[in-house]
T-cell receptor
């Protein structure tokens, strides 16, 4: 079964610190890997989309990396801000299932002042 | 604000009642998706439309659920004879049918079945 697993499940850091969230997937072949940010009670918002041939993509203080050989991705957040408190969800597009998106359960990030 | 709107934002209903949700996608987007999300989980795919055609439905979508997109613009999701297990956030997303198919999500409709 195609899966996307994220770690840690939750994370608390102090404002201004950096953090890295992990995503391991078994979806193969895949078309692209996405990271979404979801504030509590809101819809997800796309942060990055990487095709299988890309290794890294940045969006401001967010940098996503992808290692297609080990089937791992990470999302690095630099100089965290209180507004970064949210769930971060890793999503993989499954080429064998008509590009259906396979969603992870997310990492809940809390930034403390 | 992504440009995708959903109505209502919150719905409380009693078990056994029918409910209908509406999604208005970004106007030039030809794809529209419905997802369900429960607390602490990622969204689960329910169904999607390309223009007015419903191209795929998840096995999660029981026969109590029906979705329409009559003119290829807005869409409705109806749940008949609601059950407590239907309590969830229902998310709508839209996209252009291009290679990355980036989806833009609405704010969701929170359904509570009592």
């Amino acid at each position: 079964k195609n899966q996307v697993e994220q770690s840690p499940q939750s994370l608390i850091i102090l404002e201004g610190k950096n953090c890295t969230l992990q995503c391991n997937y078994t979806v193969s072949p895949f078309s692209n890997l996405r990271w979404y940010k979801q504030d509590t009670g809101r819809g997800p918002v796309s942060l990055t989309i990487m095709t299988f041939s890309e290794n890294t993509k940045s969006n401001g203080r967010y940098t996503a990396t992808l290692d297609a050989d080990t089937k791992q991705s990470s999302l690095h957040i630099t100089a965290s801000q209180l507004s970064d408190s949210a769930s971060y969800i890793c999503v993989v597009s499954d080429m064998d299932s008509n590009y259906q998106l396979i969603w992870g359960a997310g990492t809940k990030l809390i930034i403390k002042p | 604000d992504t440009g995708v709107s959903q109505d209502p934002r919150h719905k409380i209903t009693k078990r056994g009642q029918n409910v209908t949700f509406r999604c208005d996608p970004i106007s030039e987007h030809n794809r529209l998706y419905w997802y369900r999300q429960t607390l602490g989980q990622g969204p689960e795919f329910l169904t999607y439309f390309q223009n007015e055609a419903q191209l795929e439905k998840s096995r999660l979508l029981s026969d109590r659920f029906s979705a329409e997109r009559p003119k290829g613009s807005f869409s409705t999701l109806e749940i008949q004879r609601t059950e407590q297990g239907d309590s969830a956030m229902y998310l709508c997303a839209s996209s252009l049918a291009v290679s990355t198919d980036e989806q833009y999500f609405g704010p969701g409709t929170r359904l509570t079945v009592t």
